[in-house]
């Protein structure tokens, strides 16, 4: 009698992957709290939509992802840009609206997108990611590349008619998919305990046939080790899953929301719930890096977000020769 | 004897949100349990307790759905239906969403006069309750991921049992049963396990579970059953120590292909693997045994709960004053002696 067992892959981090871990998740912050800032001065066209407490969910999942891999995001884009390998001054100009952008300033917050990481783009249709995904996903399996698509989408998504026909349309056809609803508690300023009947997201994969599970979206251990399980998986010819992850997003749905409809939970989340700091806590408590070490990142961090800016400010904007440009495609 | 208690009778009632919902339903298959059949269990709990005329029911409150539910039954209760005890909702001042929220919840309950907590959960729940309950008198129901403390009843029974217990229909030492409990000490933390303490090679506590032998190295246990389910059954297959005894079990794991005992072993719901055991002895109560690392995860009944790395090993310890848990074929054998649920009518109608 013999039995395979799946990893516990959190305990085989190194002390490099521990660090490339916290740059992702730091460099997501620093780039989110430097947009809030910066929005402010009226410099940034459009909406923004800050993804800062939400780290731990974008950088958990990507770090088990690569080449052959593709992420649908949502109008919440930034951490999953970043975590799947957007350059990040590209980023910055594209929010700028600027020719550097990484669509040539064309799309902006929303619209972030680089098919060449396998990042299908930031979406300001709620619940268009999970049908993208299953395209990727169904080619995958086709082509026989072992990648796999993940879905990233809230819980405002997760009452959408296209996310629940994609769970479905994933299980019938057993894709490699891996959908990943991030409840920050809010759709817009609709509480997620109200809006969402079943209450737990995760609670409704059970109807499709797939797995379900609920992880502590603060921790970024916790957010590793399920979704390594739910991607190798995938790759291994098991089938979708659905991964609920739990947490606050630091600032409001939009940049400029009063945030009416919510009380102090974001400064206890901050103070006692941290991604970044459970994180530093736990690395260095463990001896696995150093204090010094996760120093050196914030700093290096630092002047990349402040390099990023200054670029985009001083970037052109597109021209009117632009506007018919990268009007249609062809894949 | 039926609707004979005193109005002012209490149960508490603490239901878990989250449990039933961690990455095992992903890597074994482990069974989903619904929000919906967590508040349907409240509910039968609650037909049960009114029909022994037990007055009031304090449930617990969450942002999981359970008790929002509860509350939408009692609402809409009809007239026509049995009656149900008044049910009173136990807020706390802001809900962590942790484990914290189950401590207070059955603290207050207490506070407030509950004779009986009936708790809803797996193991971990149970544990969490148990440490908040006292001398109070603890049913634990299973609807969590592993089960092995919470047996699994109907909920109709088991709160006909709470309600005996509560109305002093059925005494307290014929109606439970003093569990042993191990105490984990690490650092400045202690914890306390129900079932099994284990010491994992993992660096980080994670999403909790445990699913992989490999990692496993010291296993403690306070009662190991031959057709129990989680770690404690490697035990249960290789020493088995039933819970009414004193005693408990202390293994040392290691890789199969180095163990004198490879035991195949259902170590949570879908699992059966196996698990080399080097030794296994008897862990006697009151028996402090330092463990084999300073830095490592201790895991308590299945799951992965301290990351320690103090400059001192952990200890634990078995002691048998746990908490005093209801015996639900004891109480409603006792009914049955008893009478306690059988009307006897003198001038019965006779059958056309």
Known sequence: MTGTLPTQATGELSAESLLDAYRTMRTIRMFEERVHDEFATGEIPGFVHLYAGEEASATGVCSHLDDRDAIASTHRGHGHCIAKGVDVKAMMAEIYGKRTGSCQGKGGSMHIADLSKGMLGANGIVGGGPPLICGTALAAKQQGTGGVGVAFFGDGASNQGTTLESLNLASVWNLPAIFVAENNGYAEATASTWSVASDNIADRAAGFGMPGVIVDGFDFFAVHEAAGEAITRAREGGGPTLIEVKFTRYFGHFEGDQQTYRADEVANARENLDCLKRFRERVTGGGEVTDEALDTVDSEVAALIDAAVAEAKDAPKPSQADLETDVYVSY | ?352
């Open chain 2, 1 to 352: 004897m039926l609707a004979s208690a005193d109005p002012a009778t209490t149960v508490g009632i603490v239901a878990n949100p989250a449990s039933g919902r961690d990455i095992r339903r992903l890597v074994a298959q482990a069974s989903v349990f619904p929000t919906a059949e967590k508040a349907n269990m409240v509910q039968r709990i609650c037909g049960a307790l009114g029909v022994l005329g037990i007055g009031r029911v304090l449930m617990s409150t969450d942002l999981g759905g359970i008790s929002a539910a509860v509350l939408r039954a009692v609402r809409t209760r009809r007239d026509s239906e049995a009656p149900w005890p008044e049910v009173e909702f136990c807020e706390l001042d802001r809900l962590t969403e942790s484990a914290a929220d189950t401590t207070h919840m059955v603290r207050r309950m207490i506070d407030a006069g509950a004779r009986v907590i009936i708790c809803l959960g797996g193991d971990g729940t149970a544990r969490v309750a148990a440490a908040a309950c006292g001398d109070t008198p603890l049913l634990p129901l299973s609807t969590g991921t592993n089960n092995a403390f919470p047996r699994l009843r109907e909920a109709t029974v088991a709160g006909l049992a709470a309600g005996l217990v509560a109305a002093r229909a059925v005494d307290v030492p014929t109606a439970t049963r003093r569990a042993s409990m191990l105490e984990v000490h690490a650092g400045e933390r202690t914890e306390f396990a129900l079932v099994d303490v284990c010491v994992c090679t993992a660096r980080y506590v994670g999403s909790r579970a445990l699913w992989d032998p490999a990692t496993l190295t010291e296993l403690y246990c306070t009662f190991a059953e031959p057709d129990g389910i989680g770690l404690s059954s490697v035990p249960g297959q290789l020493c088995p120590s039933p819970r009414e005894k004193p005693d408990g079990v202390a293994l040392r794991l290691g890789p199969p292909d180095r163990a004198r005992h490879v035991v195949h072993a259902p170590i949570a719901p879908g699992l059966v693997v196996p698990v080399g055991v080097l030794d296994c002895r008897p862990l006697r109560p009151g028996e402090r045994v330092e463990l084999g690392t300073t830095h490592g995860v201790l895991a308590v009944d299945g799951e992965r709960e301290l990351e320690h790395r103090g400059a001192h090993p952990a200890t634990v310890c078995l002691r048998p004053d746990g908490p005093r848990c209801i015996d639900v074929s004891a109480v409603l054998r006792a009914a049955a002696h008893q009478g306690l649920l059988t009307d006897i009518q003198l001038n019965p109608t006779e059958a056309a």
